[in-house]
């Protein structure tokens, strides 16, 4: 074999255990935020993958985004412990990052499947929920 066709060979491998190794893709997802509603590219997920979420808020207020489970009737319109809603949160960007045309994002892999109705995206700024400023989503 010449010295050239090993030197091939061994890049060749090489390539193919560095593209191997290198991990799962990640999936973008693109959500925009508007009075009082959310867009997003993607609503149904699968457990076990990594995507990355890129949040624009659109809209002429700070909003937020928590996925979460959804609150029970009993829950809204009471007043909110928002430090308590945040740790029931699985991800999240606050309203500090989320002033009228701002962009944020984060990197967020569902552990587990979740059936419909029992994850959204949410807005918890005072009123927005309320509002209606929410997004059912499904994990697979």
Do not use: W
């Amino acid at each position: 074999m010449s010295k050239f066709r090993k030197y091939f060979v061994v890049l060749l491998t090489a390539g193919l255990l560095l593209t191997a190794c290198g991990g799962q893709k990640t999936n973008d997802v693109k959500i925009t935020l508007t009075e009082f509603g959310f867009e997003s590219s993607i609503t149904d997920f699968k457990a076990g993958v990594p995507y990355h979420f890129v949040v624009t808020n659109a809209g002429s207020v700070e909003h937020e985004i928590m996925i979460m489970a959804p609150l029970q009737e009993s829950q809204m319109g009471m007043a909110m412990d928002m430090e308590a809603l945040d740790e029931t949160a699985l991800a999240m960007i606050e309203a500090d990052e989320l002033t009228p045309g701002a962009t944020a994002s984060f990197d967020y892999t569902f552990t587990e499947p979740a059936p419909a109705g029992s994850l959204e995206f949410a807005c918890h700024t005072p009123g927005h929920y309320e509002a209606g400023m929410m997004l059912p989503i499904t994990v697979k």
